[in-house]
């Protein structure tokens, strides 16, 4: 019984969305983009967050001290996370600056130099499709808003021809309606999750450089 229900009730809203006409179709495309994107970067930032980047910090501030840049290297390369990628940019870059002929440029410089370098490549990986949703949580409600004036002048012309009475009016204009309500709800499956991840991406930029200062800060006193 209830599942005939669901059945029943599916099949309603379904109906309702193909009345919307032929503006529907970019906002159901624009759903399936803007889902997709959201998996995406909903399972990277979970990846993410298996990482205990204060752990991998100490440790490889140890091999630091310990002179062992090689395990370190190998430490990084076998996290994932933005957090190591730039930590594996600094070990490579004191490794070698430290080898390199002499320089007028201290070695923990050229280390932030790098590792700042590499955390703008680092945040635009974290950020990846971010702008797919923007670009969907803006369009959306226009595209809604343009079926639904679409849908109303449709309905007048109707009227002034004579071809229907006020109910077929309010009517057409009931279903005209059904694109904004959707070009809403797509906005909002955009919008928020836009929101969310933006401000994961201000946390990740936050223990990026708080890495940075960490091991920087090493390379000046182990030299």
């Not at 029943?8 to 624009?30: E, N, S, V």
């Not at 298996?50 to 390369?77: F, M």
């Not at 928020?192 to 960490?214: H, M, T, W």
Request: hydrophobic letters at 50%.
């Amino acid at each position: 019984m209830l599942s005939q229900l669901y059945v029943k009730g599916l099949f309603m809203i379904l109906d309702k969305l193909l009345q919307g006409g032929f503006m529907m179709l970019p906002l159901a495309a624009f759903s399936v983009v803007a889902i997709a994107v959201v998996l995406d970067r909903w399972r990277a930032f979970r990846r993410y967050d298996k990482v205990d980047n204060r752990s991998l910090t100490a440790r490889v501030i140890e091999h630091a001290w310990n002179d062992d840049l090689g395990s370190a290297a190998v430490l990084c390369s076998h996290t994932p996370g933005p957090v190591a990628a730039v930590l594996l940019a600094g070990v490579q870059a004191y490794d070698k600056a430290r080898n390199r002929q002499e320089s007028p440029i201290p070695v923990h410089v050229t280390v932030k130099e790098a590792m700042d370098d590499y955390s703008v490549r680092a945040i635009s990986a974290v950020e990846r499709r971010f702008g797919v949703l923007s670009t969907v949580g803006n369009a959306a409600p226009l595209l809604g808003m343009t079926g639904t004036v679409l849908g109303m002048i449709a309905s007048f012309e109707s009227l002034a021809a004579g071809g229907v009475n006020n109910e077929g009016v309010a009517a057409g204009i009931s279903e005209a309606l059904v694109t904004t309500a959707t070009g809403l709800i797509v906005a909002l499956m955009a919008v928020i999750p836009f929101n969310y991840f933006n401000s994961r991406s201000d946390g990740i930029d936050l223990a990026i450089e708080e890495v940075k200062a960490q091991f920087v800060d090493t390379v000046a006193q182990v030299g």
